[in-house]
């Protein structure tokens, strides 16, 4: 191993190579990221595919006006498509805890590389593991924006690997998440204003809303895409200093 | 000459029919709510039993590719991801319990007033199951706020006896499930007993979980109940038109 006073740059201390438990860890974290966005993709196609099909045996159903309303299979077809909204629900959860999880020690793994620190699986497990997002339960009620977990992001040029294609590449992940946390934050104030001025916003307003409320809902995916080209950097520098 | 015959002969027969229709005290439009919900009641049994066996499959199966972490299972994040997994498909498995619970209700209820009109002599229609069903608490309750099928939203009134059809195997058999659902009931109000004391004596402890698993049946043997009812009211309704 190097003493930490050589490396890409003089300012910067050598960076350590990721440990095959840390690796392993982020690879895991990526496969778990894939298996929770098409659970999602999934629940999401399940609840559309609920829209299209007639319920079986409500033809049969009670005669003359206002039938399919008196219809109990129509009726229990309505528990049913609750039952898919709430597994949506919580399938979106589950993909704003894992893209936490994998963001908040992806970033770890990246900062240890850098400072020149071997890092472990156990201490990326240990980073993550009390932290308020990875294991946390959203109030199913709160709005879908509400319920995406937002890590800390490093500032503007904080995290710079010396190599300009990772550093690029990391800059143009950072940027969209940048902007989908500013409107959660809106969206945030937003509800406080509602709340105390209790009226119903103009139309200006609600179609601002709408177009925020979609960039905040953005954020898990975000984060998984930021996650990797930051898993990707550790790796590349990690094994460009060792070698 | 034959085939004028036996056209005559056919339109005798649905005059028959049309007038032992008329006769009939209960309207097709009530037989076919009926019927319906039977349907219902069955597709939320099926519900209930593919969510039940979702939730103990999860236990037979290993996390695929949790074996990458060299750390060890603990440490995996798709052996965590997997428990998460694992919440849901309790939740769910919860959620078609609830459902079954709310068709039991509903169709117990349905079939009772059916049968009490029936055997009193009245005329029963679709319109009228629906009236007496569909602002009763435990069709359209919110489920969310209900953690148990037992409990006492879903337990529809139950009455002194059920009128006799004349067919004495019949009469038996609702007797039976009229009195296993009335024991079930007794168990659900004493698992609620004791669940409001503050401490439980061990003997209690053993008390409360016979009486919860007792009270687990209350949905079903009020869809037996129910296809018992239903089955007396067309006996009756048929021993009426006929007569």
Request: negative net charge; proline residues 5%.
């Amino acid at each position: 191993m190097t003493d930490g006073t050589e490396g890409a740059t003089a300012e910067r201390p050598t960076a350590a190579p990721l440990t095959r438990t840390a690796s392993a860890y982020l690879g895991e974290l990526d496969a778990a990221a894939d298996l929770a966005m098409i659970r999602r993709e999934q629940a999401v196609l399940a609840e559309r595919v609920h829209w299209t099909v007639i319920p079986a045996g409500v033809s049969r159903g009670v005669d003359g006006p206002g039938a399919p309303l008196n219809s109990p299979i129509m009726q229990v077809d309505g528990y049913q498509y609750a039952r898919l909204q709430d597994g949506l629900a919580c399938a979106i959860q589950d993909v704003g805890r894992v893209a936490w999880w994998y963001a908040t020690a992806a970033l770890a793994a990246l900062d240890a590389v850098l400072a020149g620190q071997e890092i472990t699986g156990m201490r990326l497990e240990r980073l993550t593991l009390l932290r308020p997002g990875r294991d946390e339960e959203v109030d199913a009620q709160a709005p879908a924006w509400g319920r995406c977990f937002r890590p800390h992001l490093p500032g503007d040029g904080e995290l710079r690997t010396g190599d300009d294609r990772l550093d690029a590449a990391m800059d143009a992940a950072l940027a969209p998440l940048r902007s989908a946390y500013s409107a959660a934050a809106d969206l945030e104030l937003a509800d406080v204003d509602q709340d105390a001025d209790d009226c119903e916003p103009p139309d200006v307003e609600l179609a601002w809303l709408d177009r925020a409320e979609k960039a905040a809902m953005r954020i898990p995916d975000l984060l998984i895409a930021y996650a990797r080209t930051v898993f990707n950097a550790a790796q590349v520098t990690g094994r460009r200093i060792s070698t | 000459m034959a085939e004028g015959m036996e056209s005559i002969g056919q339109r005798a027969e649905q005059r028959a029919d049309v007038a032992a229709a008329r006769a009939r005290l209960m309207a097709e439009d009530a037989s076919a709510y009926l019927a319906e919900l039977d349907t219902a009641a069955t597709l939320m049994l099926q519900r209930r039993e593919e969510a039940e066996l979702a939730d103990r499959g999860k236990w037979l199966m290993r996390p695929q590719g949790s074996e990458r972490t060299l750390s060890g299972s603990v440490l995996s994040p798709l052996r965590h991801m997997d428990a998460y997994r694992l919440t849901r498909l309790q939740q769910a498995a919860a959620a078609a319990g609830l459902d079954v619970a709310r068709i039991g209700w509903w169709y117990a209820t349905a079939a009772l007033t059916a049968l009490a009109e029936v055997a009193a002599g009245r005329e029963v229609t679709a319109g009228q199951l629906e009236m007496a069903t569909i602002r009763r608490s435990g069709r359209i309750i919110e489920t969310r706020d209900v953690t148990s099928p037992a409990s006492a939203v879903f337990r529809p009134q139950l009455p002194q006896q059920l009128p006799s059809t004349g067919r004495e195997d019949l009469d038996d058999q609702a007797a039976a499930t009229l009195e296993r659902t009335r024991e079930a009931y007794a168990a659900a109000e004493l698992a609620g007993d004791l669940a409001d004391r503050p401490r439980l004596e061990y003997c209690e402890a053993a008390d409360m979980h016979d009486a919860l698993s007792h009270a687990a049946a209350v949905p079903e043997l009020l869809i037996d109940l129910a296809r018992v009812g239903a089955q007396a009211t067309h006996q009756i309704d048929l021993d009426k038109g006929n007569a």
